[in-house]
């Protein structure tokens, strides 16, 4: 089955560095665009970040911008969400999801992740 497992969260301190890891398994990852979102308590999902299926282009949310970096290795079939600069506003519970576009343009995602709790507190 397909099963996209995140890990890396936790708990840290503002200012400081987490890095998020979603190890995919049952697609083939490397045709896949792949996407954080994060949703904080009483909030609606928010895209953070978009990777294109080889890497070659990134998008990021405005509010992250500069802090988060998205990458991928197709060879392990991972996606990763490095988060500099952490603010408490970054506290969310982070999924990692794989989708594509579709023929008429519409991106469309397939596969989330069970997500992983983001705590930035002091």
């Known amino acids: 089955q397909v099963q996209l497992v995140e890990s890396g969260g936790g708990l840290v301190q503002p200012g400081g560095s987490l890095r998020l890891s979603c190890a995919a398994s049952g697609i083939t990852f490397s045709s896949y665009a792949m996407r954080w979102y994060r949703q904080a308590p009483g909030k609606e999902r928010e895209l953070v970040a978009h990777i294109t299926n080889t890497g070659s282009n990134t998008n990021y949310a405005q509010s992250v911008k500069g802090r988060f970096t998205i990458s991928r290795d197709n060879a392990k079939n991972t996606v990763y969400l490095q988060m500099n600069s952490l603010k408490s506003e970054d506290t969310a519970v982070y999924y990692c999801?794989?989708?594509?576009?579709?023929?008429?343009?519409?991106?469309?995602?397939?596969?989330w992740g069970q997500g992983t709790q983001v705590t930035v507190s002091s």
């Open positions: 999801s794989a989708g594509r576009f579709q023929r008429f343009g519409t991106y469309n995602v397939d596969y």
